[in-house]
């Protein structure tokens, strides 16, 4: 291995100054290589020290660190170091869910929410807020985060001139509190450094849109005995691209974590679909004039944001989960949001404006909401769900508005005139002009899957052919640089989970459509790099903290942005069917693991009459999982209906609860239900929750897989009413 590790202790000053900043006064460095009794001066204590190094693999070590303090000593943190030589700009650092190329862009001050400023067609360089980074010009600079920022407790480097990658994980909490994990640059002496603490201790804390707040963090007081195990495994490989590293990432990336094995049996799915569904009747809905009205995408009617928003936070989405699944009242409810979205919602030129109170409508420039602005993910969204739900009437012999397939059509044509006039989608665009006002970022990710949906579903071969040369283009700028950005409309063009789960839906909808490999390829590579954004493990909460007491789980959330911190309970605002077709056509069981990590833990974050959450009222669910502290209080929630709801919707109607490959001889189970394959080829299904649960199963063979579409198998699927604490048997179909 050319990077080797060393230990260092710091001693830090025993009270924060006035600016509230951690204050190093002294440091020792010790190498890592026998068993030794440490006397250190300045204060940094007395220690005896024993190393155990196992090779995992040829290019993996672990590393086991014992330490025992031998006399008591104050505010000390222990770091685990590992150099990273030949370090250059050109190098792309990768902190999981936090920093992706180092989040190295141009960056303009604000506070959030943050807007980009407009400039020309060519510039299609990323521009964020201010975020953890390392710097455009600076020789030197650093980040220092907390575990919890992370997915994983991870940080890797690719050194492109050298072909090397490197990794380090380690644990994100151990005896002494949460770990820290810090990159620093000193292009100066052509260097950098991976640091983990622990404790961690950062100079700033990062608080949303400002990296300079001041810090609380400490480091630890030792007792006489008190003993201290560090777990690092170091990974070091020939590497000939990015995509390398996020490929070793997803092989390691659960090696160092502890994890409870069980998900928490708190409410199914279906169960869950109807607590929320009855919520949207109830606090959702928005009666304008007679026959008219839409669901709002929360329940703060008077603001815009909470009203009527199409795409992103479940606009025209949320209502595809409630024509399939829903009764009577909410089918029609859904037909007339469709309605009003096409009818009222659409701007001058055929993009839809970005909110309405159900009175006015505005756009998507948070500072001046009366400009012509229109985030372009919002119309992806709204074409893609809005074609799979006139696809859905249809098939259940329901009427509906001409104006829906009429509105839908002018949508997609002005999708198409963006592209061609702009020879991009851009970020934000004039709903009116259709020019691109903010260029670059991949936010009309999912615009290729809804134009090749619209080309099938209104015989327009021609959009199908406009959402190649799109997706062609993403992959290119974005995918293979594996830095997608910009699908939310909060936080400038940095890096964000949405956007990358978007483009997977457009490569996977892109292989469906035409059955060429190579978006097949492309979907498995974006897959690995989703998985950097998704939480690898169960997060530990303070003691007396809310989501303590509730006993929340946190392996399985998905990280939002590098702005954003911290985990969500879903993708914003998907079911993550792509990932089980994804599945289908590769039988890559990770991408499985990646779906039922998520599907099996979203219920314990709604709250319902039963489990209360906090001040949450019934169906409402928190769009944050406080693991950091950069936006509210670790283990803590802000109250209000968020997203979150249309995802878990959008679980419970496009995926089966369980689904079995009798081929394989394999179930998953996508539900808190209990399945497992009989001898004799029954299924055994058993519901821990106390709740009555409709339980969907998907059974395939490699002839479905081969000739049916996923979409088309829905009819098929088998459904059990399985009551509280049951057990029972199912014969496969």
């Known amino acids: 291995m050319t990077h080797q590790i060393s230990l260092r202790f710091e001693k830090y000053a025993p009270k924060i100054c006035v600016i509230n900043r951690p204050t190093i006064t002294a440091v020792k460095d010790v190498p890592v290589e026998s068993n030794e009794v440490l006397e250190l001066q300045n204060d940094l204590g007395a220690w005896s020290l024993r190393v155990e190094r196992t090779a995992v693999m040829p ?75 390392l710097d455009l010009v600076a020789e030197r600079s650093q980040i220092d ?48 450094e991976i640091i983990a603490r622990f404790p961690g201790v950062r100079r700033y804390k990062y608080w949303l849109c400002d990296t300079l707040r001041g810090s609380n963090d400490r480091p630890a007081s030792w007792t006489t005995g008190q003993s201290l195990i560090l777990r690092v495994r170091t990974v070091e490989f020939t590497c000939q691209s990015r995509q390398e590293i996020f490929d070793r990432f997803a092989h390691h990336r659960q090696t160092t974590v502890r994890r409870n094995s069980t998900p928490p049996s708190v409410i199914p799915l279906s169960a869950a679909f109807d607590v929320i569904a009855d919520k949207y009747d109830r606090q959702n809905w ?46 029609e409810r859904s037909i007339k949001t469709l309605e009003f979205a096409f009818t009222r919602g659409l701007a001058k030129g055929g993009l839809p404006y970005g909110l309405s ?23 992806g969204d709204l074409l893609f769900y809005a074609v799979q739900q006139i696809r859905l009437l249809k098939q259940l012999g329901r009427t509906f508005p001409d104006t829906i397939r009429s509105g839908a059509m002018t949508l997609a044509g002005a999708l198409e005139t963006v592209w061609r006039r702009n020879g991009q989608l851009g970020q934000f665009v004039n709903h009116d002009t259709l020019d691109v006002i903010v260029p670059g970022s991949t936010s009309g990710a999912i615009v290729p899957a ?26 290119r700028l974005d995918g293979e640089t594996c830095v997608q950005t910009g699908a939310a409309g909060e936080i400038m063009q940095a890096p964000d989970c949405e956007a990358a789960v978007a483009l997977l839906e457009s490569f996977v909808t892109l292989y469906e459509r035409t059955n060429d490999r190579r978006w097949l390829d492309r979907a498995t590579r974006l897959a690995v790099q989703c998985l950097t954004w998704q939480f690898a493990y169960d997060f530990e909460f303070p003691k007396g903290t809310l989501f303590e007491k509730l006993g929340i789980r946190t392996r399985g959330g998905w990280l939002a942005s590098v702005q954003n911190i911290g985990p969500c309970p879903a993708m914003c605002s ?44 019934p169906g409402w669910i928190s769009e944050r ?23 878990v919707l959008l679980m419970a109607a496009e995926l089966p609860s369980v689904y079995v490959r009798r081929d394989l001889r394999r179930v998953w189970s996508l539900d808190v239900i209990e399945a497992e394959l009989q001898k004799d080829g029954n299924l055994r299904l058993t519901n821990p929750t106390k709740m009555t649960a409709k339980v969907r199963i998907c059974f395939e063979t490699p002839e479905t897989v081969a000739n049916t579409s996923f979409h088309s198998l829905r009819p098929t699927w088998t459904l059990v009413h399985l009551p509280a604490g049951d057990t029972m048997d199912v014969a496969p179909t």
């Open 59 to 133: 290019d993996a070590q672990d590393w086991t660190i014992h330490l025992s303090a031998l006399r008591p000593v104050d505010d000390v943190s222990v770091c685990v170091r590992l150099p990273i030589l030949d370090w250059s700009r050109d190098g792309f650092l990768l902190m999981p869910g936090a920093v992706y190329d180092g989040n190295r862009f141009h960056s303009e001050r604000a506070p959030y929410p943050p807007t980009p400023q407009p400039r020309e067609l060519t510039d299609t360089r990323p521009v964020i807020g201010d975020i953890p980074r």
């Open 145 to 192: 985060l907390l575990a919890g920022d992370l997915s994983s407790p991870a940080v890797g480097v690719y050194l492109p001139k050298q072909h090397r990658g490197v990794w380090l994980f380690t644990d994100a909490q151990t005896d002494v509190g949460t770990t820290g994990l810090s990159f620093v640059e000193r292009l100066d002496e052509s260097r950098g």
């Open 286 to 331: 928005v009666e304008l004039e007679e026959n008219c009205g839409y669901y709002a995408v929360g329940t703060d009617h008077e603001n815009p944001y909470g009203s009527w928003q199409p795409g992103w936070v479940g606009g025209g989405m949320s209502t595809l989960a409630l024509i399939e699944l829903g009764n009577e009242k909410s089918i």
């Open 357 to 379: 109170d159900g009175k006015k409508f505005y756009g998507d420039q948070f500072a001046s909401p009366q400009a012509p602005w229109h985030l372009i993910r919002k119309s």
């Open 450 to 475: 809804a134009l090749a949906l619209a080309a099938q579903e209104f015989d327009r071969p021609d959009w199908l052919n406009v959402a190649v040369y799109i997706a062609d283009q993403y992959w």
């Open 574 to 617: 998907h079911s993550g069917a792509s990932l089980l077709r994804l599945f289908r056509y590769t039988g890559d069981e990770r991408f499985m693991n990646m779906l039922t990590d998520n599907t099996r833990v979203v219920t314990q974050y709604l709250s319902t009459e039963e489990r209360p959450i906090g001040n949450q009222q």
């Open 625 to 647: 999982i406080a693991t950091t502290d950069a936006i509210n209080d670790l283990g803590t929630i802000f109250d209000g209906s968020c997203w979150p709801e249309t995802s």
